[in-house]
């Protein structure tokens, strides 16, 4: 018996990783057998439009780069993961309930080294008639800068919600921080006490894979992440590693970034709710083929598998695996098994060496082909303005290049 997998891709603007990814399915035309049947996929870009509620979805597992700002395919989202036993790679329910903040106390719940890390009542009070009285009998005075001065400068002030760099200010002193609190208006702000670090680490997670990477947040766009292989210890690598994943597993989030900053061999998780994070070519570069990988292991194997979607959270197995009682490393090491165990690790990395081995080679052969260059030179010309196009055209294939360089399988590009 034959069973077409169907898997739908829910995009904004994007055309490279999509395109990627939809040729690398075409190519690779799976047949796997699995549990009595023969699996095959296809991909589908999603339309948008009027849904009856009864109404049964196609798409057996979607990939969702939308929902986080078009509320549209996110109430659909929800409907079919709660009617039609779709598969969702982020959870949509905690994804849009969980904030920063949220993800902030969880993962301290958990024993992590978050910075010490203060929540602050709005400048400028919400607009609301019942606001008056109540501020008048429950609000407290607070003096702002005594508690700057509990945490200690330079601090950060950031919303609670945050993301994309939005309100984020790095403070040295009483002056900047009033002028940032004044400024914040409506929003609910963070201070954060600021890590002095060695390195920042991005560590992208698509299912049961991670690939941490050495990050510049302050360079522009196509030059964040670093090609750069040792640049933390094993013993880091692997705390890193362990961290993004218990994060996931924790939340029900499969396809997230988790940015952590090392100082010495300590490491500090500071933003990781940013589920359906950018993998486009241009920001990734070097790592792009990785992602596209991880992408097609995760989806082929929740389908194949029929692994059922987690809705709910579990929150008190991890309280109890990371009992207060127990030291750091302990925590996290029980942390970690849970974040195998949710993620079904062992079997996951079975199936792949089973029905997955020629997708290293199908992948480089893609990267390799003159398909892909055209796909690259049309991004960069869409992403850059006309000037830069030369230049970028080289940077993307020199940093492909590379990676095709780095595989084991293939010739390098001719
Ligand atoms: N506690 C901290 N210590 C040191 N640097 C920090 C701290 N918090 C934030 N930063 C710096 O500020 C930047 C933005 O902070 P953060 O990642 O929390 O906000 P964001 O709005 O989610 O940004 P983005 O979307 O770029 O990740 C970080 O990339 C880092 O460079
Ligand atoms: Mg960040």
Not at 67 to 88: F, I, Q, S, T
Not at 101 to 116: N, T
Not at 190 to 203: P, Y
Request: hydrophobic content about 40%; charged content about 30%.
């Amino acid at each position: 018996m034959a069973t077409k997998h169907l898997i739908g891709l829910l995009l904004g603007m994007e055309e490279d990783w999509s395109r990627t990814f939809e040729e690398l399915v075409r190519r690779l035309d799976l047949r796997i057998e699995h549990g009595g049947e023969t699996h095959r996929y296809e991909t589908e870009r999603i339309t948008i439009e009027p849904f009856d509620l009864r109404a049964k979805p196609r798409y057996d597992l979607v990939v969702d780069r939308l929902a986080h700002w078009y509320y549209v395919p996110r109430e659909w989202l929800k409907k079919v993961a709660l009617m039609d036993g779709v598969y969702l790679m982020n959870n949509p329910f905690t994804f849009q309930s969980m904030e920063k903040h949220a993800a902030y106390c969880a993962m301290m719940r958990l024993g992590l080294r978050v910075p010490e890390t203060w929540l602050l009542p709005q400048k400028s009070p919400p607009e609301d008639a019942r606001f008056a009285y109540t501020a008048d009998r429950y609000n407290q005075p607070f003096d702002l800068e005594e508690v700057a001065g509990r945490i200690g400068y330079p601090l950060f002030m950031k919303p609670f919600d945050g993301g994309a760099w939005v309100g984020v200010s790095r403070i040295d002193d009483p002056d900047e921080l009033r002028r940032c609190y004044d400024e914040s208006g409506q929003r609910i702000m963070h201070l954060q006490a600021a890590v002095d670090f060695d390195v920042f680490v991005r560590s992208l997670s698509i299912g049961g894979d991670t690939m941490v990477m050495r990050f510049e947040p302050d360079r522009p766009q196509h030059d964040r992440y670093q090609v750069s292989h040792d640049f933390l210890t094993a013993q880091v690598g692997q705390e890193v590693t362990r961290i993004g994943r218990i994060v996931n597993a924790f939340f029900r989030w499969e396809f997230n970034s988790c940015e952590t900053l090392v100082t010495g061999d300590q490491v500090h998780p500071i933003d990781y709710a940013n589920a359906c994070p950018d993998v486009s070519l241009t920001s990734l570069h070097y790592y792009f083929p990785w992602a596209m990988k991880a992408l097609l292991r995760w989806a082929v194997f929740c389908t194949t598998t029929r692994r059922p979607m987690r809705i709910n959270l579990d929150p008190m197995r991890w309280f109890e695996a990371a009992d207060e009682e127990r030291s750091y490393e302990d925590r996290l090491a029980a942390c970690a098994e849970l974040a195998d165990e949710y993620f079904d690790q062992q079997v996951y990395e079975e199936f792949c060496a089973e029905h997955l081995g020629h997708l290293d080679e199908v992948t480089a052969e893609l990267i390799a082909d003159r398909w892909f260059d055209d796909l690259l030179v049309e991004t960069v010309r869409t992403t850059f303005p006309e000037h830069e196009h030369e230049k970028f055209v080289a940077h993307y294939r020199g940093l492909l290049g590379a990676w095709l360089e780095d595989q084991p399988l293939t010739q390098p590009r001719g």
